[in-house]
Protein backbone atom coordinates (compact mmCIF):
# COMPACT_ATOMS: atom_id res chain seq x y z
CA UNK A 1 0.00 0.00 0.00
CA UNK A 2 1.02 3.50 -1.22
CA UNK A 3 -0.03 7.24 -0.41
CA UNK A 4 -0.57 9.29 -3.48
CA UNK A 5 -1.16 13.48 -2.76
CA UNK A 6 -2.79 14.53 -5.84
CA UNK A 7 -2.05 17.91 -6.40
CA UNK A 8 -3.65 19.00 -9.62
CA UNK A 9 -5.93 17.53 -12.21
CA UNK A 10 -5.96 17.09 -16.53
CA UNK A 11 -9.47 17.92 -17.85
CA UNK A 12 -11.72 17.74 -20.82
CA UNK A 13 -11.89 21.03 -22.31
CA UNK A 14 -15.53 21.12 -23.03
CA UNK A 15 -16.35 20.12 -19.39
CA UNK A 16 -14.01 19.62 -16.09
CA UNK A 17 -14.42 16.10 -15.64
CA UNK A 18 -11.61 14.85 -14.67
CA UNK A 19 -9.38 12.44 -16.93
CA UNK A 20 -5.85 12.54 -15.07
CA UNK A 21 -4.42 13.46 -12.22
CA UNK A 22 -0.87 14.72 -11.47
CA UNK A 23 0.75 13.37 -7.96
CA UNK A 24 4.01 15.04 -5.72
CA UNK A 25 3.87 18.07 -3.38
CA UNK A 26 3.92 20.87 -6.08
CA UNK A 27 1.19 21.39 -8.38
CA UNK A 28 3.06 23.31 -10.92
CA UNK A 29 5.68 20.53 -11.32
CA UNK A 30 4.02 17.20 -10.72
CA UNK A 31 5.76 14.11 -10.65
CA UNK A 32 3.91 12.38 -12.42
CA UNK A 33 0.73 12.43 -14.43
CA UNK A 34 -2.10 9.29 -14.34
CA UNK A 35 -5.19 8.39 -15.46
CA UNK A 36 -8.38 7.91 -13.89
CA UNK A 37 -8.83 4.68 -14.76
CA UNK A 38 -5.14 3.86 -13.67
CA UNK A 39 -6.13 5.36 -9.98
CA UNK A 40 -8.81 3.62 -9.97
CA UNK A 41 -7.17 0.39 -10.52
CA UNK A 42 -4.66 1.55 -7.91
CA UNK A 43 -7.29 2.22 -5.41
CA UNK A 44 -8.79 -1.52 -5.85
CA UNK A 45 -4.59 -2.82 -4.93
CA UNK A 46 -4.89 -1.03 -1.75
CA UNK A 47 -3.28 2.31 -2.70
CA UNK A 48 -4.46 5.55 -1.15
CA UNK A 49 -5.03 8.95 -2.76
CA UNK A 50 -5.63 12.12 -1.28
CA UNK A 51 -5.86 15.55 -1.73
CA UNK A 52 -4.75 18.80 0.37
CA UNK A 53 -6.98 21.68 1.52
CA UNK A 54 -5.63 25.16 2.63
CA UNK A 55 -4.47 24.14 5.79
CA UNK A 56 -3.04 20.65 6.36
CA UNK A 57 -5.61 19.43 8.36
CA UNK A 58 -7.79 19.64 5.86
CA UNK A 59 -7.37 16.10 3.91
CA UNK A 60 -9.55 14.42 1.53
CA UNK A 61 -9.38 11.17 0.73
CA UNK A 62 -10.14 10.46 -2.99
CA UNK A 63 -12.70 7.58 -3.56
CA UNK A 64 -13.84 6.05 -6.61
CA UNK A 65 -17.26 6.58 -7.64
CA UNK A 66 -19.77 5.65 -10.62
CA UNK A 67 -22.88 7.72 -11.88
CA UNK A 68 -25.96 6.08 -11.37
CA UNK A 69 -28.01 8.30 -13.73
CA UNK A 70 -29.73 6.31 -16.53
CA UNK A 71 -28.68 8.73 -18.82
CA UNK A 72 -24.85 8.73 -18.63
CA UNK A 73 -22.08 7.99 -21.30
CA UNK A 74 -20.02 5.45 -21.27
CA UNK A 75 -17.31 7.86 -20.65
CA UNK A 76 -18.40 9.11 -17.77
CA UNK A 77 -19.82 6.05 -16.13
CA UNK A 78 -16.69 5.78 -13.62
CA UNK A 79 -15.13 8.35 -11.83
CA UNK A 80 -13.28 10.11 -9.01
CA UNK A 81 -14.40 11.84 -6.28
CA UNK A 82 -13.45 13.13 -2.85
CA UNK A 83 -14.99 11.30 -0.07
CA UNK A 84 -17.52 13.44 1.84
CA UNK A 85 -16.86 15.67 4.67
CA UNK A 86 -17.02 19.85 5.25
CA UNK A 87 -14.32 21.61 3.59
CA UNK A 88 -14.46 21.75 -0.27
CA UNK A 89 -11.26 23.25 -0.90
CA UNK A 90 -9.54 20.21 -0.91
CA UNK A 91 -11.88 18.58 -3.50
CA UNK A 92 -10.60 17.37 -6.88
CA UNK A 93 -12.82 19.97 -8.89
CA UNK A 94 -10.91 22.48 -6.92
CA UNK A 95 -7.67 21.53 -7.67
CA UNK A 96 -5.58 23.43 -10.50
CA UNK A 97 -5.24 22.21 -13.92
CA UNK A 98 -1.62 20.16 -14.80
CA UNK A 99 0.74 22.05 -16.67
CA UNK A 100 1.00 20.83 -20.02
Same mark, same amino acid.
Given at each position: ???H?? *?????? +??? +??? &? %? *????? @???? /? =? =?????? &? *? +??????? @??????? /??P? @? *????????? %?????? &?????? #?????? @???????? +? #??????
Amino acid at each position: MAYHRI *VCVVTS +RSH +RHV &K %A *VGLGN @DPAH /P =Q =QTISVQ &K *V +RNRIDEG @DIFYTLG /PTPE @D *VAFVVKGRC %ATAGCR &KRTLAF #LQTGGH @DVTGDNLD +R #LQVCPH
